[in-house]
């Protein structure tokens, strides 16, 4: 039987958290923070997202409040006794001179599943944001499942960022190609958001033989990467984080 499941979060400037609503395979629990920043974890409550689920998360940073949400394991998508495809959506708002750091751990595409996901990101004008996604294209030793995945961002009410990216037997041909992954099996982007950049906008560069930083039309900038596993891919973010 599919799962539907909405699971939502609502950070202050004060570092309340007046919504914290857990909701099907998403148990949220506040945990210890570094620095000025709420922190909340996503833990797994079950197996999820199996085919033919419905889920998603919605976090609302109010003016003034700094949040961190990251997630106490990969999220693993597996085939499920429902036919179909599974959804995961995401939805993210940032108020005026707030922070939202959304750096969960990996998505992994088991063989046979079939996921489509959707962030969707509003932000204030005086808003910042450090988000990064990693999809790992399947287990050790097997095919990867089917994945669509579409991240939109709007800044102060105008279009700052709109990508689709299609993996596995279901994607259009070429996904795996020389010109595409050249059979890496982990996947992802970083984005930064950041008034500073509208006086000190970044250099566009290549950052070693598989990812670049791209600066967008707006105070962002957004590093695209592919790496042979989970781990080169999540040294690559991490060392342009400490930068």
């Given at each position: 039987m599919s799962v539907q499941a909405t699971a939502r979060i609502a950070a202050t400037r004060d570092?309340?958290?007046?919504?914290?609503?857990?909701?099907?395979?998403?148990?949220?629990?506040?945990?210890?923070?570094?620095?000025?920043?709420?922190?909340?974890?996503?833990?797994?409550?079950?197996?999820?997202?199996?085919g033919g689920d419905r889920l998603a998360?919605?976090?609302?940073?109010?003016?003034?409040?700094?949040?961190?949400?990251?997630s106490a394991a990969a999220t693993v998508a597996l085939p499920g006794r429902t036919p179909g495809e599974a959804t995961y959506d995401i939805t993210l708002k940032v108020g005026e001179e707030a922070e939202l750091r959304w750096l969960p751990e990996q998505l992994i595409t088991a063989r046979g599943s079939e996921l489509r996901t959707h962030t969707r990101v509003e932000l204030a004008a005086t808003a910042r944001l450090v988000l990064r996604e990693e999809q790992i294209l399947g287990r050790s030793g097997e095919d990867t499942g089917t994945l669509t995945t579409r991240l939109t961002v709007h800044r102060a009410g105008r279009p700052l960022l709109?990508?689709?990216?299609?993996?596995?037997?279901?994607?259009?041909?070429?996904?795996?190609?020389?010109?595409?992954?050249a059979g890496h099996r982990a996947v992802g982007q970083l984005l930064v958001v950041d008034p500073e950049f509208t006086d000190k906008p970044a250099e566009p560069r290549r950052l070693g033989d598989t990812a670049v930083l791209t600066p967008l039309a707006g105070?962002?900038?957004?590093?695209?990467?592919?790496?042979?596993d989970a781990l080169s891919l999540r040294r690559l973010f991490d060392e342009v984080l400490a930068t």
């Amino acid at each position: 039987m599919s799962v539907q499941a909405t699971a939502r979060i609502a950070a202050t400037r004060d570092g309340a958290l007046p919504v914290l609503e857990s909701a099907g395979p998403f148990a949220l629990r506040r945990t210890r923070a570094a620095g000025p920043y709420t922190r909340v974890t996503v833990v797994g409550a079950m197996s999820a997202p199996l085919g033919g689920d419905r889920l998603a998360i919605e976090a609302d940073v109010r003016d003034g409040a700094r949040l961190h949400v990251d997630s106490a394991a990969a999220t693993v998508a597996l085939p499920g006794r429902t036919p179909g495809e599974a959804t995961y959506d995401i939805t993210l708002k940032v108020g005026e001179e707030a922070e939202l750091r959304w750096l969960p751990e990996q998505l992994i595409t088991a063989r046979g599943s079939e996921l489509r996901t959707h962030t969707r990101v509003e932000l204030a004008a005086t808003a910042r944001l450090v988000l990064r996604e990693e999809q790992i294209l399947g287990r050790s030793g097997e095919d990867t499942g089917t994945l669509t995945t579409r991240l939109t961002v709007h800044r102060a009410g105008r279009p700052l960022l709109d990508q689709e990216l299609a993996y596995g037997p279901g994607a259009p041909g070429g996904w795996d190609g020389g010109a595409v992954l050249a059979g890496h099996r982990a996947v992802g982007q970083l984005l930064v958001v950041d008034p500073e950049f509208t006086d000190k906008p970044a250099e566009p560069r290549r950052l070693g033989d598989t990812a670049v930083l791209t600066p967008l039309a707006g105070p962002a900038v957004l590093v695209t990467a592919i790496a042979r596993d989970a781990l080169s891919l999540r040294r690559l973010f991490d060392e342009v984080l400490a930068t």
